[in-house]
């Protein structure tokens, strides 16, 4: 039988060097890639297409969400649990591997290219914990590593396989030339919790609002956010395409405020508020639209069918930069 594996494929370029060490030994290849509110699948998708790699993509988000609240291994810089996310990526995979009688799972990591999470040790770890120690092949540095199940039992030549360490990128550039490859995407970049805004954001969710949903998440990717009291907060837009995507993602309960006369934010009030709470909201409705700041302005706020109007001072530029989160 045909040997089978599949690709945990994020379409960088390790990622597409490792399928092609793998295929050129005549191994079937099926990529997966992840998608959750935090990153997509588009470069993937882009890069399998142009290489012709089959690519399954997995919506992880509810088993990510769980994990994220508390990962086993910490946070990074920011709040990206690499660690514990990689691990969820690789027993997915592995999950994917049983179902499709696929005999190893493959990824593009190279020993030592991140201290942190791809030393010999990390590597290991990850493998352990995604409850696949032995099924798990790195091709790049797959000579520098034990001996997997696939090597041992011979369905992969290890011969022909890499002993590729370190951050640098000239042995990827030389096989990428042997290749004919020509273009791929930027190594990093794409996941948002290693953005320190996001993740600002992101932290101030979690501890405030422990009830929150995935639209809450999906928020947190436009507009200013401005935490009006320890229960509530407010997102102003700051451009038309905010303003059009907040307006998508109000639900039942939650206050919309705009000005009156003036170009200016939508602004949205999860969970509606108090009136206290939608006052201060509205005057940084007025802040951030055209409406002069030295004179009240007439807002509209709709809440449950209801529009209210708020007549409010613009608030200071003081006062917006201290609730800002
Ligand atoms: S950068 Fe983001 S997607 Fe990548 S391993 Fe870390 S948390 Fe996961």
């Known amino acids: 039988m045909k040997t089978k594996a599949i690709a945990l494929f994020s379409g960088g370029l390790d990622s597409i060097l490792a399928f092609k060490v793998i295929a050129e030994q005549g191994i079937e290849v099926l990529g997966v890639t992840f998608s959750t509110p935090f990153f997509g699948a588009e470069k993937a998708r882009a890069?399998?297409?142009?290489?012709?790699?089959?690519?399954?993509?997995?919506?992880?988000?509810?088993?990510?969400?769980?994990?994220?609240?508390?990962?086993?291994?910490?946070?990074?810089?920011?709040?990206?649990?690499?660690?514990?996310?990689?691990?969820?990526?690789?027993?997915?995979?592995?999950?994917?591997?049983?179902?499709?009688?696929?005999?190893?799972?493959?990824?593009?990591?190279?020993?030592?290219?991140?201290?942190?999470?791809?030393?010999?040790?990390?590597?290991?770890?990850?493998?352990?914990?995604a409850g696949y120690p032995d099924r798990i092949l790195r091709p790049l540095s797959a000579q520098l590593l034990p001996e997997t199940e696939p090597e041992r039992s011979g369905k992969v030549d290890r011969s022909r396989l890499l002993d590729i360490q370190g951050r640098g990128r000239k042995r990827q550039m030389e096989m990428a030339a042997n290749y004919g490859i020509t273009s791929y995407p930027a190594p990093a970049g794409g996941c948002l919790l290693t953005d320190p805004i996001f993740t600002r954001r992101l932290r101030d969710l979690f501890d405030r609002h422990p009830g929150h949903r995935l639209r809450d998440i999906e928020l947190l990717k436009v507009g200013r956010h401005f935490r009006l009291t320890e229960t509530t907060k407010a997102v102003v837009g700051r451009n038309a395409m905010d303003n059009a995507t907040i307006e998508r993602l109000a639900g039942a309960g939650d206050a919309l405020i705009r000005i009156e006369q003036f170009p200016g934010p939508t602004v949205l009030v999860p969970d509606g508020g108090s009136e206290a709470e939608r006052q201060l909201a509205a005057g940084l409705c007025a802040r951030y639209s055209d409406a002069p700041r030295d004179r009240e302005a007439v807002t509209r706020c709709l809440l449950n069918g209801i529009t209210t109007a708020l007549t409010v001072m613009p608030a200071t530029p003081e006062e917006a930069e201290r609730l800002l989160i």
């Open 47 to 129: 890069t399998a297409r142009r290489i012709a790699l089959p690519l399954a993509v997995i919506d992880i988000t509810e088993e990510h969400m769980q994990m994220l609240h508390s990962p086993r291994y910490g946070y990074g810089k920011n709040m990206n649990p690499c660690i514990d996310c990689h691990t969820l990526m690789l027993k997915v995979a592995g999950r994917r591997m049983e179902a499709e009688g696929a005999d190893f799972v493959l990824t593009g990591e190279v020993l030592g290219q991140r201290p942190m999470s791809q030393g010999k040790q990390s590597l290991h770890v990850v493998a352990k914990n």
